[in-house]
């Protein structure tokens, strides 16, 4: 039997109380101090530690994304049981810089007692929702932990944390509606409030992830995902995103549940999930719209390999092929430049970081199709039996635009020629070079 409270202390505090907490355990006092007076212990309920955790030493305590989050001095005391740990550097919350963790730790007639507190991490500090959120939970995984030797989550689940110049509000926003989502991540409907349903699309409304949003306080957001036809893996993971402030802008924490590296999909997820929260913080802090629901689509599949579709698109003697006369670089961070028309026009692209099986440029300037300008074109390459599938979208290009009818004419054509390049060499690609 496990009993919680979780409170503000208020006697003699003032107006901003510190945190505590109580838990009731199933187990003898020793039991429960011992998860806390080792790192590998404290790694067990809380987050990778490091160091020594004798009166004195120092114990240094990561986030799960691998950057520190924690430096922490063991404080002597007199109280056998009792755990001092006196918060020297907070890399994430830095409030926490200067603040006192307390345990401590008492025989009960039927297991024990936890008085837990947190000194100075009080209702004022920016973090307090995020922070009491998060010791609850880390206090449930510690019952568990001494209670059955088991942690009701998966600890290596991916996790992110990211800077964002942006107020929390902003980040929040971006989070909490559908067209915002569809702005950072791809094409989404239904209703981003609590209890609403998330629907997802990737590529086709069969391939759709189904999520429902969990009640949550003010800073986080959680999705539980319910389908997932391309990704079976993700059902029943949940996914978290807490959002602080953090100087003049915000910290966002995101976590995964659930999707940890046992999965089959987990690096191709990994990656994804690595590009799509850069595309979060680009999106809040540029306000810059970067999908589009009636965007230009097609989809292909060749006999080609994935690596020779790739290839294609990632050497300017490879676009040259399928497309038009290209020039400059098709690596990562280049500037790519396709002419057309003699030179009269020309498209320069900025070539985006991505995962391993996508590539994206992002349209700088088209002279006759300045529509173009602020567009990005994505291919995403997957294996499919022997060969492969091209899923290609033009970001942007929506019917609204003048250019539309011709550049869909266009894109038609050419989609084609590139899926007739790799698959025999020889594509239909404009031959007039400026």
Known sequence: MTTTTDRTQTEGMGAAPDFTSTRTFAVPASAVLAALRTPEAISLWWAPATGTAAPGDTIEVASRSGGRMLAMRVEPTEEAGQVIWSVLEADLTQEWAGTTIVFAVEDAPSGS?????????????????????????????????????????????????????????????????????????????????????????????????????????????????????????????????DVAEAGDGAMLYFRHEGLTPALGCYDMCHRGWTHYLDSLVAYVEGGQLADAPDSFVATHTVT?????????????????????????????????????????????????PSSERRVVWSVEGAVLTPDWSDTTIIFDVEATGDGSTIRFRHQGLTPALECFDMCHEGWTHYVKSLVSYVETGRGQASREAS
């Not at 500090?125 to 001494?146: I, K, N, P, T, Y």
């Not at 391309?230 to 993971?237: A, E, Y």
């Not at 290209?326 to 985006?352: K, Y």
């Open 113 to 241: 007692t936890l008085d837990f507190r947190h000194d100075g991490l009080t209702a004022a500090c920016e973090c307090f929702d995020m922070c009491q959120e998060g010791w609850g939970s880390a206090l449930d995984r510690l019952v568990s932990h001494v209670e059955s030797d088991e942690v009701p989550y998966a600890r290596d689940s991916f996790q992110a944390a990211k800077t964002v110049a942006a107020s929390p509000a902003a980040v929040l926003a971006a989070l909490r509606s559908p067209e915002a989502i569809t702005s950072w991540w791809t094409p989404t409907a239904g209703s981003g409030e609590d209890g609403g349903t998330l629907e997802v699309s990737f590529f086709g409304v069969d391939e759709t992830v189904r999520m429902h949003v969990e009640p949550a306080f003010e800073h986080r957001v959680v999705w539980s995902v319910q389908a997932a036809p391309l990704t079976p893996d993700w059902v029943g993971t949940t996914i978290y995103f």
């Open 304 to 352: 080609a390999s994935p690596e020779t579709v790739l290839a294609a698109l990632r050497t300017t003697e490879g676009v040259s092929g399928w497309w038009g006369p290209a020039s400059g670089s098709a690596d990562t961070g280049g500037t790519l430049e396709v002419s057309f028309l003699g030179g009269r026009q020309v498209i320069r692209m900025h070539v985006e």
